[in-house]
């Protein structure tokens, strides 16, 4: 049994991980737009490197943390850099200059997510059960970031560069708590040799001989290409509708997220992979609907709902797909296939989706504004072609999850 002070120790580490992130990402395209009249190709040069990060941090983990430093030295280190960077965007007077501080932040921050797991993973005895519970304060983090953001009326004002100072601060704290977290010494003998097959998690290319685990893996990619349009354009779409404290609002989406987690195991039992994966995929074309058609004065609700849908979207999906992933893969691949599967979906499908979503806002825009109604129709219809693919070609197999 982990230690109290272990545990809140943990839950610390993952509340200041993601409100650091959650603190200046979801409303960077807002940012963009209001202080530097951002162009839609901008915003998805601006959010693909997270996708970039993605894709280079498996390097990082493999080749430097897992074999020379302890997880939280590096951690702290990446941090305190981090710190720097971020403020250093704020004070950008540019795009040009902007970017180039978002894109080294973006290659330092992604490594820090399996840092920060790995930290957490070794401190635990049994990690399917004590991780959830340390996890969630990482939702919370990402919440409390939102509503701070929406209460202080930083959008309305047009004054968001004050949540790069915020996350500043935050990252610079964290960076410092990190040197006194658990000790995570390297987990690799530095002069075994490297295996760049194994760091990018290529071992696990053997799981898509199945049919079915290759029909789920393809449908992962192409959703990442409609879930880029939501991280990239939502708080920028509510913001010129006239929604107020949008930030805030969105926070909804993180506790239907963690709601839906809950009874992610429920749904599962009663209604097996294929169904709950088809509400997940099923729940994007409706959220893009709702944003074509809602807007900030009767039809609010439609906003809110799509905004609520997140949960279904994301946990049904996503998720759910770890959870598969981890069924198909075994002992032999478990750490292989979940690389696979993140540096597949959050590196290529984004990157993808978030170059697409920037092209297809630079085409529907004039002097007054963007055209939101036809930009959301297109993830939308996407959504429902991928969904038909899924269910014509996905066999159903048969996961028992405990709910407990």
Not at 289 to 300: C, I, V
Not at 355 to 384: C, M
């Amino acid at each position: 049994m982990m230690k109290l002070t272990t545990k809140l120790q943990l839950s610390l580490l993952f509340f200041l991980e993601f409100f650091v992130w959650g603190g200046w990402f979801v409303t960077m395209g807002t940012f963009l737009s209001q202080t530097f009249n951002a162009s839609g190709s901008q915003l998805a040069m601006a959010y693909e490197t997270q996708s970039i990060g993605a894709i280079i941090a498996p390097f990082i983990i493999g080749l430097i943390a897992d074999r020379y430093f302890a997880a939280q030295k590096i951690l702290g280190i990446l941090h305190l850099v981090g710190a720097v960077l971020l403020f250093l965007a704020s004070q950008a007077g540019s795009f040009a200059n902007f970017y180039p501080y978002i894109f080294m932040y973006m290659l330092l921050y992604m490594p820090t997510l399996a840092l920060a797991n790995s930290v957490a993973f070794h401190q635990m005895k049994n990690p399917s059960k004590e991780f959830a519970p340390i996890r969630v304060l990482g939702s919370m983090g990402w919440i409390i970031a939102g509503l701070t953001i929406g209460f202080l009326a930083w959008e309305g004002s047009q004054v968001l560069k004050y949540t790069f100072y915020m996350a500043s601060a935050a990252s610079a704290v964290l960076g410092v708590y990190s040197f006194f977290l658990p000790n995570t010494p390297p987990k690799i003998d530095k002069t075994q040799k490297v295996n760049l097959k194994t760091i990018l998690g290529l071992d696990a290319l053997a799981l898509l001989k199945d049919r079915s685990y290759l029909i789920f893996f393809l449908a992962s990619v192409l959703v990442c290409i409609p879930l880029a349009f939501y991280y990239q354009h939502a708080n920028q779409f509510l913001n010129e509708v006239g929604m107020q404290a949008a930030a805030s609002k969105m926070v909804m989406g993180q506790i239907s997220e963690v709601f839906f987690l809950l009874l992610l195991p429920i749904f599962l039992n009663r209604y097996g992979l294929k169904k709950v994966l088809v509400f997940g995929v099923l729940a994007w074309g409706l959220r893009y609907l709702l944003f074509a058609y809602g807007d900030a004065g009767e039809n609010t609700w439609m906003l809110l709902f799509g905004i609520i849908l997140h949960g279904i979207c994301y946990d049904f999906f996503f998720v759910s797909g770890q959870i598969y992933t981890d069924f198909k893969a075994g002992e032999q691949y478990k750490s292989s296939a979940q690389g696979l599967i993140t540096l597949a979906t959050y590196g290529v499908g984004m990157l993808i989706g978030f170059r697409f979503a920037g092209w297809l806002t630079d085409q529907y825009v004039s002097n007054e504004g963007h055209f939101w109604k036809e930009i959301w129709i297109q993830p939308a219809i996407f959504s429902f072609l991928v969904l038909i693919l899924f269910l014509i070609f996905f066999k159903n197999e048969t996961i028992k999850i405990k709910s407990t």
